[in-house]
Antibody, heavy 115, light 108 residues
Framework: EMQLVESGGGWIQPGGSLRLSCAAS????????MNWVRQAPGKGLEWVSI???????YYADSVKGRFTISRDSSQNTLYLQMNSLTAEDTALYYC?????????WGQGTAVTVSS | EVLMTQSPATLSVSPGERATLSCRAS??????LAWYQQKPGQAPRLLIY???SRAAGIPDRFSGSGSGTEFTLTISSLQSEDFAVYYC??????????FGQGTKVEIK
C-alpha cells in the first residue's frame, strides 16, 4: 500500500523558517512526480511546488524564492524548506504524488504563522 | 496562470438524485483536467483524470466530460458518502497547476 506521512508543521513567528517532511512507503519518491499542496483554514486547495523525476523543480509564484522542494532518496522522503514565512502561509500542507492528477495524498501537516 | 471557475458554489441534492458540477478554465487546457473529492478532515481523493478517466477504485456513478475550457463532473445517483466538496484542477498549462474554488454538494 502506498502511503505518505507528513511531519514538521507547527507554530512559527512571521519571518521564521520551517522544514516539512513527507515520508513515503510503498512508492519511491525519486521515481515519481512529487508535489506539495496547501489548504488555508476553511479555504480551497493551492498547489505549491513539484519535483520531477528528473529533479527539476517548479513553484507557485506565491512561494517562489522562499520555498525549496527537495528529496532524499536514501530516506525515501520529500521535503519543503519554507523561509520568510508570513501569515498567508498558514495552512495544512499536503504532499501528493502525481503529474496527470494527484493520486496519492498524505494526511497533511499544519503550519501556523503568527506572532 | 489558468483561472479555474467552478459552479455552483453549493449544490443541494437529495440522495439518489443526479448531480452535475461544472468547471470552466480561462484558457484551453485540452483534456488535462482532474476532479477531486474532499470530505471534512480528510485529504482530497482523486476521482477523475484526463477529463474523463476514472481513478482506481472510483465507482462508475462518477463520470467526467468536457475538453478545452468547459468540463463537467456528473454523479449519477448520489449516495450518502458522496456529500463532500469537489475540486477541479488543470495540468494543461503549468506551472502553476491551478484548482477551482470548489463545489460543496450538500443534502437537500
Amino acid at each position: 500500500e502506498m502511503q505518505l506521512v507528513e511531519s514538521g508543521g507547527g507554530w512559527i513567528q512571521p519571518g521564521g523558517s520551517l522544514r516539512l517532511s513527507c515520508a513515503a512507503s510503498g512508492l519511491t519518491v525519486s521515481t515519481n512526480y512529487m508535489n506539495w499542496v496547501r489548504q488555508a483554514p476553511g479555504k480551497g486547495l493551492e498547489w505549491v511546488s513539484i519535483i520531477h523525476r528528473s529533479g527539476s523543480t517548479y513553484y507557485a509564484d506565491s512561494v517562489k524564492g522562499r520555498f525549496t522542494i527537495s528529496r532524499d532518496s536514501s530516506q525515501n522522503t520529500l521535503y519543503l524548506q519554507m523561509n520568510s514565512l508570513t501569515a498567508e502561509d498558514t495552512a495544512l500542507y499536503y504532499c501528493a504524488r502525481g503529474y496527470y492528477g494527484l493520486n496519492v495524498w498524505g494526511q497533511g501537516t499544519a503550519v501556523t504563522v503568527s506572532s | 496562470e489558468v483561472l479555474m471557475t467552478q459552479s455552483p458554489a453549493t449544490l443541494s441534492v437529495s440522495p439518489g438524485e443526479r448531480a452535475t458540477l461544472s468547471c470552466r478554465a480561462s484558457q484551453s487546457v485540452s483534456t488535462n483536467l482532474a476532479w477531486y473529492q474532499q470530505k471534512p478532515g480528510q485529504a482530497p481523493r482523486l476521482l477523475i483524470y484526463d477529463a474523463f478517466s476514472r481513478a482506481a477504485g472510483i465507482p462508475d456513478r462518477f463520470s467526467g466530460s468536457g475538453s478545452g475550457t468547459e468540463f463537467t463532473l456528473t454523479i449519477s445517483s448520489l449516495q450518502s458518502e458522496d456529500f463532500a466538496v469537489y475540486y477541479c484542477q488543470q495540468y494543461g498549462n503549468w506551472p502553476p497547476y491551478t484548482f477551482g474554488q470548489g463545489t460543496k454538494v450538500e443534502i437537500k
